[in-house]
């Protein structure tokens, strides 16, 4: 494949994209559409900004300017400008920014863009073609449409804890905002429709998508294992539910995984191994489910005098997939991930140099020419574009 021969605009160029969100969920979607190539403006509160600068340690930077590690991961590519949204002077300046704009990101509660004199319907007046983003907790109607949003509640409410953790009685959050983080995924995959379909209809029009859609978006075979197999699923530790062998395997010196996700891959397993594959407890998936014990215990006793590393050679020699639990240290060690441009160097305005993780998308030519965005900005200081910005709005665009 070939190497990016100079730094591609992206696909999103030339798009103005408004971030009134803070936090993750709205800031994370804003961030990935700063990766395809848009324009950030990240309009924050005067004084403070985003709550997540304060959200440490770890913290960064001068004492003056001391930025949270937590907001680096959702603000790189953008612009920062402060503004007070009750403030005329500043009002009328987010208003020439929202005339020129292509999206606008907002996760306020419902209710209060409107009690701002910023709802939907005032902000399609001001710009026909923009696309607005809304992300909130639960929802914009319903019941509990009040609820404020903040992802380990929602992983509870949304039945994620139930289905992790050691058992049944121990319920644990995933150990990363993943409702906040696929509501950002989601929230841009939306906005990326509603701007295709405006090439078609040259009209914008409102997004709304949840932490709660985001939770039970990634319920999978768990939510149809309860809608359509009335079977209610409950955490199972580091192994599948519904597939065996696959999950955590101990060895002589710690660990490994393995997913033998279907017959073939089991019979290679279990052949290299000399595990009992004529036992009827283990003759087909369901038996070995209903059996997963014993065949845990079978498999840690055949891994029993082998280390990790072997195993992790042999069975990828056999072709049966395996993999290690490394910790973050060892990720962003990895050569793999290095290879896939998942690691970004900036330069931070008061940071210096630093590494954050990067796009997840990859783009290239026909013939195999990388079309990847390759420079990137620093997450900025609270008002850091402020002239810019000001300037820019006050002055029409541009």
């Known amino acids: 494949m070939g190497e990016p021969d100079d730094d591609r605009p992206g696909p999103l160029a030339g798009a103005l994209v408004l971030d009134l969100s803070r936090a993750l969920a709205g800031p994370h979607a804003a961030m990935l559409m700063g990766d395809l190539g848009a324009r950030v403006i990240k309009v924050e509160i005067p004084g403070g900004g985003d709550e997540s600068r304060g959200w440490g340690p770890p913290f960064v930077g001068d004492d003056d300017d001391r930025v949270a590690t937590y907001f680096l ?9 402060a503004l007070d949204l009750k403030d005329p002077a500043d009002r009328a300046v987010l208003d020439d920014l929202v005339a020129d704009a292509d999206v606008l990101v907002e996760n306020f509660r419902p209710g209060v863009l409107e009690r701002l004199g910023l709802g939907p319907d005032v902000l399609l007046a001001r710009n026909p073609g923009l696309v607005v983003l809304s992300i909130t907790g639960f929802g914009h109607d319903g019941p509990d449409a009040h609820r404020p949003g903040y992802d380990q509640i929602a992983q509870g409410e949304t039945g994620l804890m139930s289905l ?52 039970v978006g990634l319920h999978a075979f768990q939510g149809t294992r309860w809608t359509v197999g009335a079977e209610l699923g ?155 910005i000001r300037s820019r709005a006050e002055g029409g665009g541009g």
């Open 234 to 388: 409950r955490a199972t530790g580091n192994h599948h539910p519904t597939i065996a062998p696959y999950g955590l395997f101990a060895c002589k010196d710690g660990s490994v995984q393995i997913a033998a996700a279907n017959e073939a891959l089991w019979r290679r397993l279990a052949g290299a191994f000399a595990l009992p594959q004529d036992d009827p407890r283990f003759a087909t998936n369901a038996d070995r489910v209903a059996h997963r014990a014993d065949l845990t215990r079978v498999i840690e006793r055949a891994f029993a005098d082998r280390t990790a590393a072997e195993l992790l050679a042999d069975l990828d020699r056999l072709g049966v997939p395996t993999g290690a639990v490394r910790t973050l240290d060892e990720v962003y060690a990895w050569e793999q991930v290095a290879s896939q441009r998942l690691v970004v160097r900036v330069d931070h305005p008061t940071a210096g140099p630093i590494r954050l993780p990067g796009p997840v998308l990859r783009f290239f030519d026909a013939d195999g020419t990388e079309r990847t965005r390759t420079r990137h900005t620093a997450p900025p200081l609270l008002d850091q574009d402020r002239r810019a």
């Open 73 to 81: 991961a959702a603000n790189r590519n953008k612009e920062s400008v």
């Open 164 to 215: 992790t953790g050691s058992g049944p009685d121990d319920p644990q959050r995933i150990g990363v905002p993943i409702c906040d983080l696929t509501a950002g995924v989601n929230g841009a995959t939306g906005v990326l429709a509603a701007l295709l379909e405006r090439t078609r209809t040259g009209r914008g029009q409102v997004v709304r998508t949840s932490l709660l859609a985001a939770g």
